[in-house]
């Protein structure tokens, strides 16, 4: 493995672990075995580098929730969907905290912030679909609306799961609760 390939697995080892904003110079010199240099040589800073691996992190957390929807074009059981979202947060807390992450990550650095902006646009859609039934041929304001409102239930969901799982809903009191609104 190249030393640029290393620092890249140490980068994603690192925001799993530690976070963007606590992941040092240090860390990621002893975790790839790299020495100092090489992180300005291959990436031009520790920045760029954990950008880098941040974003191959946001993408492999959207392919991981369009597979948890199941995008066939018709919308199914919302418990369901609900459950097997609930369930990927369960199961790969470190990925959805790296995501969350990354919104505070935005502030200070355009190339996150778009990067999440792309990525929310494509989930939003995603969302429209699975939960809705909205697809390509649909009206793209009816899809924005409703995968911006299922994308900020999302968000809601994912944040109390990740902070609070002992008192966070479940996928059938989710629903249950959302369909009194």
């Not at 009206?139 to 994912?158: I, K, M, N, R, T």
Request: net charge negative.
């Amino acid at each position: 493995m190249s030393a640029k390939d290393k620092l890249l697995t140490a980068a994603r080892d690192c925001l799993l672990t530690k976070g963007y904003a606590h992941t040092t110079v240090r860390d990621l010199v002893a975790a790839s075995g790299a020495n100092q240099a090489s992180i300005n040589y291959h990436f031009g800073s520790k920045e760029q580098l954990l950008t880098k691996a941040l974003r191959d992190l946001n993408t492999e957390w959207g392919e991981l929730l369009f597979a948890v929807l199941r995008e066939d074009g018709e919308p199914e059981d919302q418990e369901a969907l609900w459950g097997r979202i609930i369930e990927s947060i369960r199961t790969n807390r470190e990925l959805w905290f790296v995501n969350f992450e990354s919104v505070a990550s935005a502030r200070q650095d355009g190339e996150i912030r778009a990067m999440i902006a792309s990525g929310q646009e494509l989930a939003r859609a995603s969302l429209a679909r699975a939960f809705a039934g909205l697809g390509p041929g649909s009206d793209p304001e009816e899809v924005q609306a409703a995968g911006s409102y299922y994308f900020a239930l999302l968000v809601g969901l994912a944040s109390q799961w990740l902070t609070d799982p002992e008192r966070a809903p479940t996928a059938e009191q989710f629903v249950a609760a959302h369909g009194r609104r």
